[in-house]
Structures are given as C-alpha cells and as structure tokens.
C-alpha cells in the first residue's frame, strides 16, 4: 500500500474554491469581533452601528457577521480538505502526519502567543475600553498560563489573550482523532459511523448542560465540548471519502438542485441562532443548551454549504485571486485579528475614540497578518512540503 507522503504517492488534487471560502469565513470572525468590541463600549455612535448591523440578524446579511456559523465551516473544512489524501482505500497514515499537523498549527501560534503574551505585561495596566473582551488584557501572564498556552492543550482561561485560541485546541483534538474516523469508515461505512459520532456528540452535550455554565467558550473547549464538534468534522471526512461518487452524480449537480440546496444551506445557516433562541431556554441558571442547539442547525447549513463549494458551486467567485490569497493567508489573519484589535482599542480609545481606534486596528491587522504570513506561515508550509506530509498543502482553520 502506499504511504500518504511517500515519493510514490500523487498528491491530492486541491480544491481552490475552498479557500476562498475559508477566508471569506474568515473576514465573518473578524467582522463579528468588530460589532462585538463596538456594542461592549461606552461610545454611543459605536453603539447605534454596531446595532444597525447586528439588526440584520436573521437576514442573508447575517452570512458577512456570523462568527459562531464561520467557526461551524472551519471544522467541517477540516473533515473535508484533511481527509482527501486518505480518501483511496490504499492510502495510510504515518506518524509524519501528526507531528506536522502540530507544526502548522502550532508555531504560527507559539509566535503569536510570545508576542500577546509579552505585550500583556503592558496591555493590563491599562483600562477597558469595551466591556467585550474585557477580560482579555486583565492581567499580565503567569507561569501556569505559559505552560498551558505553550502546550496548546487544556487552556483552562482561554478567554484570556487571544480567546479565538480556543477553535485550536478543538481542531488539533479533533485532527488527532482523524485516523480514526476514516479507519472505522472503511471498516463499517460512512452512515452508521455519522450516526454514531451523532449519539456521541448528543450525550457529551448532555453532560455538558448538567454542569455549571461558564461560558461558551469554557463549554466548547472542554472534552464535552470537543465531542459535540465531532458529527461536523466527520460529516466534512465524509463528503471527501464520497468525493469521487459525488462527482459523478448526475443529478446533484444540475442547477436547480445545487441551487436548491445553496438555499437551503444559508436559511440553516443565518437562520439557526434565531430558530434556537425561540425554541426557548431552560429555566433555572444559564446554561450552553441554546448554543449547543443553534450549532445543530447552523451546522447543518455550514456542511451544506461546504459540500457544494466542494462540488464546484460559485468556482468562478471562491476561487477568484483575491479570495484565494485571502484565503491562504486567513490564518494569520484568524489568529492576529482579535488581540490587534483589542490593543488597539486600549491604547487609542482615549486619544481618538473607539470607531477610529477599531479602523486603525483593522489597519494595523492587515499589516500583521501579511507579516505573519510572509515570515512565519509560509517557510513552515515550505518545510511541511519538503517532508511530503499528507497535510502538506491542504486547508483547514489553520489554512493552507
């Protein structure tokens, strides 16, 4: 059999359309960040324009700010663009392809996290200018932090720093369990095996709406957490281990079926968090029941959405120069964004106010991440393809 990686092995053919979706979803996080920090101030003008944005919610608009559905793409991006070298029934997984997916996502982050987490020290003797993500900056790292940050597992206070960090931990879990799922596909199939990771994904969400809320991004990270991501990341596995068969499907791909489904696909998506909200929420304290719920719906919509990228719907557009090298840079882009903003808020807020303190930080991150690409992501992808890793050249919340 041929090993994924070897000299031998041809390498997957690359779907370009997905990248320009990754960054578009990416430009979503920033976007809703944006309204986030603008809401959370004490800026009457920002507020009324965040509100007239955010009043969009429901609406197809809701695509350009919905964060939470982008992140839902990110992962079954993952499934999807990690599984096609291994989609052949031949094709195996060496130990090469663990160790370099740690190294594409983790030393842009380690850079990342030296240069926040430095700045901290500074950042936290000033005062909040936006009561989203206050908690960011609220003081400078400890020892305990470093360790935990520096291993990119747990992250007990991932809203501290960088609060987007905790989407990694999610993804280099559900990454590492990768070998798994597409093993038990060749074994069983592919509907009993997503009907499983479903019973899984629901009981873990059981257990995590009987423990006390802290949070979303407490309840998302943690194993429970993981676990209720898991049916997105294999249904993505999935689409790629059917792509041949997909592909010669006659009637998916006529028009009125593709556009149907892209309908039904973006009502799901810019609909779900509204449908959750009126289904209700439990009596008692607060708990991650609605989210958890919402990401059902939304995510539903998020793997249509990826199946008929995937399937070559709206190419001309996705894979377009401008959206491709958006989309290659978006992790840079993912992983700078929100601490650059932040910053920028704290040190300029006073001076010239948070609307100009934002478009300066949005400035400002634009310049980091072209910096973090050229300097930091592109020579680990040169290493990564060098080596002939299985995950060499393919896109996943970490991008290319």
Same mark, same amino acid.
């Given at each position: ?5 070897? +000299? ?17 979803? !990416? ?24 509100r ?16 939470? $559905? ?16 291994? !989609? ?5 997984? $060496? ?18 996290? %030296? ?17 989203w ?10 020892? $305990?932090?470093? %360790?935990?940050?520096?291993?990119l597992?747990?992250?007990? #206070?991932?809203?501290?720093? #960088? ?6 931990? @999610?993804? %280099? ?6 070998? =798994? ?8 199939? %592919?509907?009993?095996?997503? +009907?499983?990771?479903?019973?899984? +994904? ?13 949070g979303?991004?407490? +309840? ?11 049916p997105?990341?294999?249904? /993505? ?10 592909? #010669?499907?006659?009637? =998916? ?8 489904l ?29 989210? &958890?719920v919402?990401?059902?719906?939304? /995510?539903?919509?998020?793997? &249509?959405? @990826? $199946? ?9 557009? &996705? ?35 948070i ?20 300097f ?12 002939r ?12």
């Amino acid at each position: 059999m041929n090993r994924v990686g070897s +000299a031998t092995a041809p390498s997957p053919s690359r779907v370009r359309s997905l990248d320009g979706l990754r960054g578009l979803a !990416a430009v979503t996080v920033v976007i809703g960040h944006v309204l986030l920090l603008l809401e959370g101030s004490w800026s009457v003008p920002a507020i009324h324009a965040a509100r007239h944005v955010t009043a969009t919610e429901g609406t197809l608009l809701y695509a350009l700010w919905n964060g939470r $559905g982008a992140v839902l793409i990110f992962f079954a991006l993952s499934g999807y663009v990690l599984t096609l070298p291994f !989609a052949s029934p031949s094709a195996t997984f $060496g130990w090469g392809y663990f160790a370099k997916r740690w190294a594409r996502i983790g030393v842009p982050f380690l850079v990342m996290t %030296i240069v926040v987490m430095t700045a901290a020290v500074w950042l936290s003797r000033l005062g909040s200018q936006s009561t989203w993500p206050a908690i960011m900056f609220d003081r400078p790292p400890s020892i $305990g932090d470093v %360790i935990e940050w520096g291993t990119l597992i747990g992250l007990p #206070n991932v809203s501290a720093f #960088n609060s987007v960090v905790w989407t990694l931990v @999610v993804e %280099i879990r559900l990454s590492m369990l990768l070998p =798994l799922i597409i093993l038990a596909y060749r074994r069983f199939g %592919i509907p009993p095996v997503l +009907a499983v990771t479903v019973l899984v +994904a629901v009981a873990a969400d059981a257990f995590a709406v009987a423990q006390p809320y802290q949070g979303s991004m407490a +309840a998302s990270i943690s194993l429970a957490g993981t676990l209720h991501f898991l049916p997105l990341f294999a249904a /993505g596995s999935a689409l790629a281990m059917k792509r041949d068969r997909l592909a #010669n499907t006659g009637w =998916l791909h006529r028009r009125v079926v593709q556009f149907g489904l892209l309908a039904m696909g973006l009502t799901l998506y810019v609909r779900g968090h509204e449908w959750a909200a009126a289904a209700g929420t439990p009596p008692g304290p607060p708990s991650a029941q609605p989210m &958890l719920v919402e990401d059902y719906v939304v /995510g539903l919509g998020a793997i &249509l959405l @990826v $199946g008929l990228v995937a399937s070559g719907l709206g190419t001309r557009f &996705l894979a377009s120069r401008p959206l491709i090298v958006l989309g290659r840079s978006s992790y840079s882009l993912y992983l700078w964004h929100l601490p650059v903003l932040v910053s920028s808020a704290l040190v300029l807020t006073p001076q010239i106010g948070i609307l100009a303190a934002t478009g300066v930080g949005l400035a400002v991150t634009i310049v980091v991440t072209a910096i973090s690409y050229s300097f930091v992501e592109a020579p680990v992808q040169r290493v990564i393809r060098g080596h002939r890793s299985g995950t060499s050249d393919l896109p996943s919340i970490a991008g290319r």
